[in-house]
């Protein structure tokens, strides 16, 4: 079945007053939009956002990816891009789905909705992650894949957006796994509950579980994952990796279970209502 293809969007305008909705398509949720940047947190003095991104859940029904930028006049510019979450499961990427639409930051008023087109985003390949590790922080990017894997949350305090981060832990990610945590560039709290945020400082945690610092990550216990995907990189074996980024979680794995169980219990009532 084809999902909702329709990308609701809008731009907030915040600063420390508050945040509010400047433009935005047809039947969105401006309060929620509102809500959201401020959870996001007041700017600490002197640090400077010139490009973040974030996806969190947005309501029941839907996911928003989020473009973060400096303003003229001290403002928080916030670009929202609202999919159902039928949609985020097929594509999982908030950094690509962000790329593909450029931010108008001087629109006002009502702004179009968008579409996503009928097709998945390209396969991650080989050479693609090959770069993502060799380019980057090869410890901190295994350790944090392996964390955000087995459940953990991650934050890493830097002056400013850490976008090759980021965006490289979500490039090692399962599919699976990408589908059910949310990442942030950069962010000024904790309040959203990211499972993998950049921050200036080290927040006072509000979410539990408490997160792992950049340390922690690195020293990181290596397992299955973080072994197999390194392996599968550094041999050049496609087919492991391929196998390795469609892996079902430790929930589906549960979910399934329960499934069999479920099946079992209902083929054995039917068996002896039929005898």
Not at 221 to 234: G, K, M, R, V
Request: some cysteine.
């Amino acid at each position: 079945m084809t999902p909702d293809l329709r990308i609701r969007q809008a731009v907030v305008l915040a600063d420390a007053r508050g945040a509010k909705v400047v433009a935005h398509s047809s039947d969105f949720d401006t309060a929620e939009a509102e809500r959201i940047s401020v959870l996001f947190g007041p700017r600490p003095a002197g640090v400077a956002c010139p490009v973040a991104h974030f996806a969190c859940p947005f309501g029941a029904a839907h996911v928003a990816v989020v473009r973060v930028e400096d303003r003229p006049g001290d403002y928080l510019g916030f670009r929202f891009l609202v999919l159902s979450r039928d949609l985020y499961r097929h594509l999982g990427d908030p950094f690509t789905i962000s790329d593909r639409y450029p931010a108008n930051w001087h629109a006002s008023g009502s702004l179009s909705e968008l579409e996503w087109p009928q097709e998945r985003l390209p396969e991650r390949t080989l050479e693609q992650l090959d770069v993502v590790l060799r380019e980057g922080d090869g410890p901190l990017l295994l350790g944090g894949v392996q964390a955000v894997v087995d459940g953990n949350r991650v934050v890493v305090v830097r002056a400013a957006p850490d976008e090759a981060l980021a965006r490289g832990v979500w490039m090692l990610l399962p599919e699976r796994t990408r589908i059910d945590r949310w990442p942030a560039s950069f962010a000024f709290s904790d309040e959203l509950g990211f499972d993998l945020a950049v921050h200036p400082a080290a927040p006072a945690a509000v979410r539990r579980p408490l997160p792992l610092t950049e340390d922690a990550v690195k020293d990181y216990p290596p397992s299955s994952y973080e072994l197999n995907l390194q392996i599968a990189i550094e041999s050049r074996d496609r087919d492991a990796l391929r196998r390795l980024l469609a892996r079902r979680t430790a929930d589906d794995t549960l979910r399934l279970g329960l499934y069999m169980i479920a099946f079992a219990m209902v083929a054995a009532v039917l068996f002896r209502f039929v005898l």
